[in-house]
């Protein structure tokens, strides 16, 4: 059956980011949100059919408005659905543990060393069934969905055999297919060396590029691959080799780069053409540099700085610089076990220097560059896909000044309402 048209109108604030879907934001454009005051939404058969002021749209649909569902927007802000375009979001387990371990002073890199951290959740993620896998990551997309998350990126890198990375990327297709929030998949079997192979490191690297990538390409179950690339884990050559093979198999790269120490990570993205590279914390301003001379989005995780107590990226800098900048939650259960986009748009601002403005566009349109998705979500124009989020608050500044709350009110994901 054909659902009623719904008819978003008196919107004190819409922020549409109109024409920007051919490319990714940067620069001053980052701050070009597009407000419309009383501004209004007729969305049908999934899509976005027309954006104006409440007047504009009442004029052009006026035989039809007693067929719509109506939505008062009065007093609240209007917004492309966020896009989060970097978690983890299939694991099993959880490492609460080691939280305490950390704000008792051991690092991030001393507890994955000595078999916890990421080889922890591997050891859960393999024995865990697809049905637990599923029924986990799930409860962690209903949540994405009620902090106005309306599309997700999901990365694989749990698994490290091809059985069970094929396993962890089966179940982000199933959740995809199963709920409102859409997923996007990445291969990311370069997401630590297992045990089995820590004395032979580059035997692993054979493992990823010849029988992985090949695997998971040929059965369509991702889009991107990416990799760890940090001191300990993978070399730059050895990352450098993992995307090229995910290239010559039609997967986009991605990168982990420079997270807990500077590593050519940003330089790398820059040289293979990555879509993005992601963490920067310790990015060098070459890198920078090079990353804004290839159009490399840099996808910044301020929630993975904020729970490693680390220094956040220097998201100004990269700004000012003429990079594009996307946020993201990097929801996994290590670094940053949080699927609160909100909150991250609130430390964009509050530790990278980053403005309301800048954190919005960071949040929708570039994070749908980030995934590839910008011509179809991430900003509010015609024929796009109706994925929308009302705020209850009266304009995009006070979604900042309001930290720590969520002020969702309503989610509508392909012009149907999900969440109210
Ligand atoms: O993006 N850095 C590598 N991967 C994740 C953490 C994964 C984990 O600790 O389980 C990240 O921070
Ligand atoms: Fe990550």
Redesign the pocket.
Known sequence: MKNRPIWIRHASQMVTLAGSSAAPLAGKRMSELGLLENGSLWLEDGLIQMVGTTDEVAAVYQERLGEAEVIDAAGKLVTPGLVDP?T?LV?AGS?EHEFAMRLNGAT?MEI?NSGG??HA?TRATREASHETLFKESLQRLDQFLLHGVTTVEAKS??GLTLEAELKQLEVAKALHEHHPVDLISTFMGA??VPPEYRECPDAFVDYCVDVMIPEVAKRRLAEFNDV?C?RG?FTPAQSRRILQAGIKHGLLPKI?AD?IEPYEGAELAAEVGAVSA??LLRASDTGIVKMAEAGVIAVL?PG?AFFLMAASADGRKMIDAGVPVALST?C?????PTVAMPLIMNLGCLKMGMTPAEVLAAATINAAHAIKRGHEIGSLEAGKKADITLFNVPNYMALQYRYGVNHVHTVIKAGVKVVE
């Open positions: 970097h983890h694991y490492r991030y994955m951290g990421i959740t890198g749990y997401h630590a760890f940090e884990v982990h997270e992601d963490h995780l993975t990097d996994n259960p290590g670094s940053s």
